[in-house]
Structure formats: C-alpha cells, structure tokens
C-alpha cells in the first residue's frame, strides 16, 4: 500500500485525492497540505479519510511513511517544490506546467536523473478515453502514414483577464495541452511553428498584451503537417476534437455530450451541446493518469508522461510566442539552442 | 450519517457497496451479508472499508446501528427478505423482481403500507444518463402527447440455459425492465399486450420452454401505441435504445460508445460498437440509483422508484407471456383482476 | 428505341414523364393521355417534347409504335386499364396499387400470364438509395439471418379527409408500401399479422371509419419477427426508416437530408429535417424504377417488381384491416384462401 | 428561350450539356464545339438532341440566334475565348480558373467592363447544396461574427504526374477552390497567407517541383483567422468539409454518401464512405450554377460569380505559392500590387 501526499488542496487536489480515496486499489492519501486552508476543504478531506491535514507542505516531504506525492500548488511553485521532492526521495506527479521557465525545468530534468525517482507530468489528455481510442487506431497503423494532424480546442469561456497577465499567455496556458497532443497523437516532435493570432473574444484580453482566438500550424519531424486551433470561448461548450489523416485513412474523435438523446421537431434535429468544462469531460481520466501514476510507482516501471512530456511542449509554446510576435516561422530547434539543447 | 447493511455480495451487491463507498456522501456500508463468503470478497470489504462481514443476513436486520439495507440475494429471496426487513423497520433498497409471484409483491405492498419504511426497487435503466435525457424530453413536452413509443433491448449474449430455465422466461427476466421503460417513458400505464416470440439464437433456449427473440405491441392508457423488440444476442453489443414520437417531434436515444473515435479508410467509416455489458453501460445509473434512494432516507422524502413499479412491470410480463401461449392479445387489467387487483 | 404512352398526367404521369425524357436514353414518351387537360399540362408536355397529348388513353393503346406503357391514373382504374394494354400487347408499368380488390389483380394476372407482356409495380421505395443499400447489406450476409425488421413509416402531414375516406384505410393507402417494403428487405413472405390502431392525430379520421397511428406485428416465413410503426403526421418531416436485425448484426438506415450542415449554439447542437416530402426523398428512385423498366423491355429481361409485388401488399393489407376489427391475428393465408389462392 | 452553346465538349462540357437540356427550362442547347471530334461525343450530342455540332467554336460566336456561351475548352484558352465572346456580345459561363495569368483576367475584367455582357464563373461548389446551407447559416447570423474558417479539402486520387506539371501548382489548380470558398462561406476578403507543404502521396510530384499536401493558413479582412488542409489522395474518398465558428457557436458540413445504410457488427460500426468523385458529390451543384446563369441572362440580373471571383482566388493562390518558396507570410496586397491593383 503506497501513502501518497497531496501539495495543493485546490480543485486539482481534489480531484486528485477523491481518484485515489475511490479508484485506486494499492493507495491512499495519508496527508494533504495547502497554506490556505478552509473548513470546507477539512470538511472534505475528512469526508474522504484524509488523515493528516497541513500547512506546510514539507511535513509532507519529511514524512517517512509517504512514498509519493501530487504537486497540485500554484504554477509558480511545481519546479521548486519538484526539486525538494526528489531530494526527500519522493516519487512525482506533478500538475502542468512544471514552469514556464526552461531552465527551471531543466534543473528538475537534471536531479531526476541522479535519482530514482518517479516524475509523471499532468497532461491529463492523453489518458481521455476519446483521444486514447485515436491514439490507439493511429499507432495500430489504420491510417497508415500520418499525413495531416487537426487539433480544434476551443474553451467554453475565457478565464478573468487578471488570470490571463499571469498565465503566461494563451500557448502556454491554453495550448501547451493542445502541443502535447500533438506529440501525443503523432509520436513525432515538432520541428517549426507559424502562429496566426486575434482579439476576437474580449479586447481587455488585446489590452492585456495577449490573444484569444489563434490557428498555429507545425511542420513535424515525421514529414507530417499539422494545424491546431484555439478559442477562449466557444458559446456551445467545451470543444476539443481530434483528426489524424494519413494514406490509408483517417481517425476523427469528437467531443462527448451529456446523453445521447435527440429530439427532433418542427425546427429541426437537436442533440445535446459538448459537456460544458474541463472537469465533466476529463474527470475518468485524472482518475486514470493517477492510477497509471501509482502503479507506476507499485509495479517499479517507468510513467509514459515524463519530464520530457513537460519540456518539449514550452518550447514548443515559446517558439508559437516567438512566430507570433515575429510574424515569422520559427524553429524549435532554434529555441531549443537558446537553452543549449 | 446513513449506515447501511448490504445483503448479497454478489456481483451487484458489490456495485453498489462501492458505489455508496465511493460516491454516496451521507452514508457508509457497516455491514454486508453473504452465505457463500469468498476470501476474494472478504477482502474487497475490507479494502472498500466495510467493517463487518456475516454469513447471516438476520444479523444486518438486528443491527440498531443499521438504518437502510440494500437486496442484492438471489431473487427467490427477495419478497421474503423485505418482509423481515419491515418488519426490522429498515429502509429497503430491493434488486428487481421483488418477486415473479404476483401474490408475495402483493404481500410486501401490503406490509409497506402499515410500515413507514421506504421501498425503492432496482429499476437502474431509469437513472441512466440517455433515458433521463429522453424522459425529460418528453415531460417537459418536446414532443406533445405521446402517440408511439419504440424500445429496442438486445443483449450482447443469452445466458446459460441453466439459468434461462429458473429465470422466469424471457417476459419476466429480461423484457420486465423494458416494461418499466414503458411506464418510465409514457408516463402511462400499459392496459393491453400482444406478444410474438422465436427461437432463433439457440434451439437449447426452445427446449427449455422459452424464447429468445420478441415483439411484444402494447396499447397504453394515454391512448398511445408502444412496441419493444428483444433478442438474447446482439453481435454488436448491449444494444438498449429508445424512441418516443408525439404530435409535435420525436426523440431517440442511443448507446453509448467506449469512445468517440471514427476511422474512415477504403472499407468504409467505422465507429465503435455500444459498451458490451451491461455494467459498463449502467456504471453511473447504478451510482445515482443508490444516491437517490440514500438522499430519500436522509431527507425522509419519497422515493420515485417504489413497490408499484415493482409491480406492475411482473403483471405486464404475465399477460405478454400468456399472449405469447394463447397466440391472443391479453388486457393487463385481466391479469390483475386474477390478483383481485 | 422504345416509344412510351404514359395514360394520366396527374403528378406521378408528370415525373414519370420528366424521368424517361430526362434520363432514360433509350426511350421517348411518344404520347400522353388524360381526360382532365389543363393547359398548363399541356405546356408542360410541350416543353418536354411530348409530342402527342389525347383525352382519351385508348388512343395510347391503339398506337403500333408505342411498346409500353405508364398507368399512372386514379387507382380505381389501373386493373381495368392493365386489362385493355396487356389485350393491345403494350408492356405495363402501373403505379401501385393495382387494385384494392384481390379478384381484380388475380384477373390481371390471370391475363398477363398468357401474354407476353412485361408488368411492373411502381413500388418506388425498392428504388431508394438508401433502402437499396441496405437491401444489399442484407442479401450480401452482412446480418447472417434476419431477426427482426422493424419499418418506421411517418407521414409530414395527413391527406385530407375526403382521399382518406376513399383511400381503402390506412393499411390499403399508406402501410402497402410498408408490407411490400417487409418483404423487399425480408426477401420472405408474411404469415401473420396483428395489428395496434389509434386515432391520434384528427377525430375525423376516426369519424371516417380509419385510423390515423398504427402498430403492425407479422411473423415471417423465414422465422423472422417485424414490425411497422405508421403515423399519418410527422412534425419534422417525411420518416422512413428500416433496421434489419440479424444474427451477425444489424443494418439500419435513416432519412435524407438537404444538407448535412450542422449548426452548434448555446441551445445545443442542430441539424437539418429529414426531406419533406416523398417527391424530394425519392425523385431518384423514380427514375430508376422507369429506367428499369425500360431496361427490361429493351433487353428482354424479366422485371423484378411484377404481378406479385402487387398482390401480396393487398393480402397483407386485407389480414391487418382484419386484425384491426378483431382485435385477433390473422394469418396471411387464411386471406389468400378466400380468394383461392 | 435562350440558345446556348457549349466550347469545349468533354467531360464538363457534356455536364453542362445534360443539365441545361435536362434541367433548365428556359434554354437549349443549339450547339457545341470542340476540335477534337469523336463518334461517341457526336452520339451523345445527338441523343441529347443538340442540333450543330463544330470543330470551329467561332461559329458559334458568329451565330446570331445564340445568346449565351460556356466555355468549357482547356484551361489555356479561357481568356482568348472570353475575350472574343465578349466581342461578339454573347452572355458567358466560364470554368474556372479564367486564367492562371493575372494579366490576362483583367484583360477580361476591363473588356466586360466596357460591354453590357453577363460572366459568370464555374466555381461550382458554391452552388453545393451543403455549402450552401452552411454559408446560409452564417450569412442569416447563426455563428454570429466568425472567428474562425476551417476547410479540409482532399482529392480521392493524385492526377498523374504529366497533369501536375501543366496544372500550375496545387494551390492554382486544386487550393483555387479553396480560396474561393474562403470567400464565399466568409464574406471577406484574405489578407494574408502562411503555407506549409509537404510530398507526402507521391515523390514524382515532389519531382515535378509541386507538393500534394497543404496547410495554409490565413488572416481575412473581417479579423477571422482560416486554415485549409489540402491532400491529392484521400484512400476514403472525396472529403470536402467546412467548418466555420464564430462567438455565435459553429456550422459544420460534412460529406455527401451513397446512402445513409449502417452496419453494427462484431468489429464496429461502419458507415459509407463519401461519394468517390467529384462529378456525383457536385452533380447537382453544376446544374444549379448553370441554371443561375442562364436566369440571369433571361431576366437581365446581376450573376453573383462574376469576374473578380475568378481573379482573387488567383491572387490568393499566387500568394500561396511565394509563401511555400519563401517561407514566410505574404500578403495578398503585395501580389495584387504587382499588377497594379
């Protein structure tokens, strides 16, 4: 039985503690720590029985009995608190992005290689029932040679513009996800980026020195061509959508609905909008990415979404920002070097 | 906090252990029952937290600590069983049938009456996410006045014939929930049956009396018409889809799929088939069946699943069976008046 | 090159006339016969190159150059009129029915079986894209043995009451396209029919002596179950669809749209409604039943929609207006042997 | 009645041919030119009842009682052709493109710009019954203001590589499509383009200097953003979608197919693929856009595919081909400024 430790009591945390508390047969959270705790997140975590409940998240470091730990603490801590956690010889899961900053997660890549640690990055996508299906068909060879890959992610609102400053602008917030699927659904890197972008949704996004609405597309190291894009508001819900096209065929995967009732009258033909937010369409795959997470840790083997998961999509974000702002196309390659890669 | 006794841990006694373990936050699982204890399931409660494992049900219904039990034992047991438990003054949560003799559901109603336990019977298919969807459809009047009502019911394979010859016939094991669609979806009552059946999946299923594919017509008491097709195989998968047409639309239910992914490729466009099984496709509505009857016992509200639905679907399987012998249509309202009804 | 008399220039004359100068090449409508001439018939017929237009049809029959010829006049008149074109020697495409009255199409059949001459049914749906396609499916083996079949057959909006009371009933005017559909896509014959009715959509209907809504069960010689679900009014449109359920799957098919846009909203997701009306959805299976046709005569090949294509529908028809009345099954043979057969 | 003649009698001259005879009530077909004569094409004439038939399409152009021409000859005649119609005072239909040489289209601007004569472009796919009903929905504000256009446009087969080398680059010979349909499904105009190709089908394409893969990004002069995807070979079929979002909520078209049969089995659930080619998806798209023509000829009204809608996908194209060279974005200004404009 593995104890697991939980950095962060926010809706992530949550989510995190309740997958391992129903889902997870060989775990159990001992601990969880946040600095700004509330009755209502106690409340929770003894509902759940979450036995030990801190402020300080490095009781959960120096506690011997706890083998693993979900770094689910504000952005701009994951690397730092990354690295404490592997000296203190813990196991990661950690919740994406581990930094914006290249070389902060080139230091966390570099101690996890001088240990034995366990580090899984939180690209919860990759673990959607929906996209493994595409994955699968398109690693099974049923379109043969991937030719184009299609990535539509659409966000049914856009966030508070104070959120937006801080985020790091939308290919780092919004469509790093949508970068991992690439390299997710193509099993290729990407090689140049040119990023178009716009102020459609609300121009204090314009003003705050970001864009809400941009299609990016990207030659790939597979000789593949591929084009995502996003929105910071799509007024039918939360839209994120697949499609891989190759010589022998292609894969499409849509969005999943509530029910699959139709109704039709003397309008028309209507069935149900996309589920509306992130948490009703991935909730059964955080609780997947923690169990692979866990029995990763059990079993000894090795987590499919590793540090590199978290690396190549920022430089691939950096290198969107770059073209962007340049109007240019831009190599990762290039970026890369900037770091010494 | 609701403690709740499980009586059964067979496969859907476990269902619901977990489901009210995991999901159901008012209450917890005290105690589970089974005269055939495994270690395979002694250690599933213990791991799910249930503290205390009898061969002997009775000991559940002596329990002052115990306020609600679930029926999860074999169904010869089930009207038996409910008795005691009345009489016990628990709150009941029984598996379908009640029972397949008219006169013992009888029995429990009248016992109910007297009592003021609450009685919900496990008509799953009503909580599930696509049937809510079609019935709430139609009660907020999508469709007008209800004029044909369609269900299609298929299984992926029939059971062994062993358990076909003591299952009552394919009326009362299997078309009995698509009985209680008709009454769930219409909002009616059905007043007349007329049955055709064959034997086409296994001659075996014949020599035992029964059979394995049906089309049972119904005249319902809003005046609409109803039909229900079964089969005992589907070589798709679980195949269970509604249609309701009014005046004013239509609307169709479908399955649900493991994922949403479409291959196109020089054969064809191929998507995936429905879930295989039923556990699969009920997961959730056996999760919100059991939360529903918890919250009626914590708020002391009504249940909307009670013995009346337990009852009548058993009379309409006893008249479509009686049609299917005597190659006539039969009036439930006959059937009913057999039990003084 | 055949020359074509086409005998009424109501609506059926008309496209039936389009179809053989439009897109059937080896044919010419020579002539056209009605006794009602409008002159924006006669325009038309002009328009088209028709170069001939008579008051009376037997001028069609009289004429040696004509070699076949197209009854598309008031139904009461297509078994006497059959009679008189098989005396002339003219190949006869009749619209359906032939007649309500079985004596009259064993009459026909009777003649045409000591003649030469080729005789179609203009049962047009056997002609449909879709229902050829899935016809196809199920001749090819791709359902392994026929279950069930269940045909659902929707009108947008009922005939006035006037034609239903001339009509023959629901099952004689509207369901025959149904019965003959049963045994297009069954390939097997009805042995027994029982049939559910209800006034649901205008009480005249009911005033007149006919049903409006309709559920018709049939066992089949093959072993197999159906069922038809009739309404003479669809808010959303003209409805015909088939599922053919067999033992290695099932095919279904669904309506035609006028285009598959698909509009996404804040009220949920909408599509277009099924074709209005039966000349939008079947405008193509017209020509091609005349194209066959034609194609039989030049070659010399037999037709596949002949004599009994129109008798069994009316056999049919005449067991479930019986069912109606009884409130009993009727065998289909019990029909056939009070008229010899 | 408006006599038509036809220049140019292969494959979509015969097209326009059949429709106009078949279809549009107001005009024939007096004559059709072509220089390369044969039996088969002089049979179909016949049979379509064409009555002249020349080698010299200028007696054509000299016949005074035709009033309207379609020139359907290859590509590098268009604009000669037009020029001498527009001289001769005959209405002209014209396959697009006009001309791969801007030059020579404003030639033809400025000479019908001094002439009261009617041109219309064959850009077909505008007059597609799903396109149509998309841009309906946009245009009648169902998306609201649009964000962003996506097109996914792919050949079922590469033409062979001796085509390639004469056809002017994918993006002129199959993206000029495309760009065109940019237009018209956005209301705006492209102000930019970004292309990435790649040789991905065949290495002989990749020989010929060409690509037969493409994504082209783009900014429109409303503020959206577009993307189309472009391959010469898609093993499924004709795949011609459009999908385009706006703050509204979004239209998606997909593809047309033979029939709307599905089939369940044990290995999925499998559709048709699209309609193979490009004559049966556009079939009656050809016939609309003729039928428009020849309206706007007997009623003197504007065509709504005139002159500059064969110049600025040409532009557009030409943009796309120095961004695939340079690797950098180009602006359609910059090109038009090239020729003055």
Not at 48 to 62: H, P, Q, R, S, V
Not at 64 to 87: F, M, N, W, Y
Not at 101 to 124: H, R
Not at 248 to 260: A, P, R
């Amino acid at each position: 039985m593995i104890n697991v430790g939980i950095i962060g009591a926010g809706r992530i945390g949550k989510v995190h503690g309740e997958s391992i508390m129903n889902y997870v047969k060989g775990a159990t959270v001992k601990a969880i720590a946040d600095p700004f705790i509330t009755p209502e997140t106690e409340q929770w975590a003894k509902d759940m029985g979450i036995a030990e409940f801190y402020t300080d998240y490095k009781k959960i470091l120096e506690d011997q009995d706890i083998q693993a730990v979900l770094i689910c603490s504000s952005t701009d801590t994951h690397s730092a608190i990354s690295l404490e956690a592997i000296a203190a010889g813990k196991h990661i899961f950690c919740e994406k992005p581990v930094d914006q900053d290249v070389n902060k997660i080139l230091e966390v890549k570099k101690a996890l290689a001088e240990s034995g640690v366990k580090y899984q990055v939180g690209f919860n996508r990759r673990y959607d029932h929906n996209f493994k299906g595409a994955r699968a068909a398109v690693a099974a060879g049923k379109i043969g040679e991937l030719n184009v890959l299609k990535i539509c992610s659409r966000d049914p609102a856009a966030p508070p513009v104070s959120y937006i400053k801080v985020s790091g602008g939308i290919f780092m917030d919004m469509t790093i996800h949508d970068f991992d699927m690439v390299r997710f659904m193509s099993g290729a890197e990407v090689e140049e980026v040119f990023a178009y972008g716009a102020v459609l949704v609300d121009p204090e996004i314009g003003e705050a020195g970001d864009i809400d609405t941009a299609v990016i597309s990207m030659k790939l190291s597979n000789g593949a061509l591929a084009v995502i894009d996003n929105c910071r508001r799509a007024s039918y819900g939360y839209d994120q959508r697949v499609e891989a096209f190759g010589n022998l065929g292609q894969v499409i995967v849509s969005n999943d609905t509530e029910s699959t009732t139709v109704v039709s009258d003397a309008q028309g033909v209507h069935a149900e909008k996309p589920l509306l937010f992130f948490l009703e369409r991935y909730m059964r795959a955080y609780a997947d990415e923690v169990s692979e997470f866990i029995d990763a840790v059990v079993k000894d083997a090795s987590v499919s979404v590793g540090i590199d998961c978290g690396l190549y999509p920022v430089l691939i974000g950096l290198a969107a920002k770059k073209s962007l702002a340049s109007g240019l196309p831009v190599k990762v390659a290039d970026i890369a070097a900037e770091y010494g890669l």
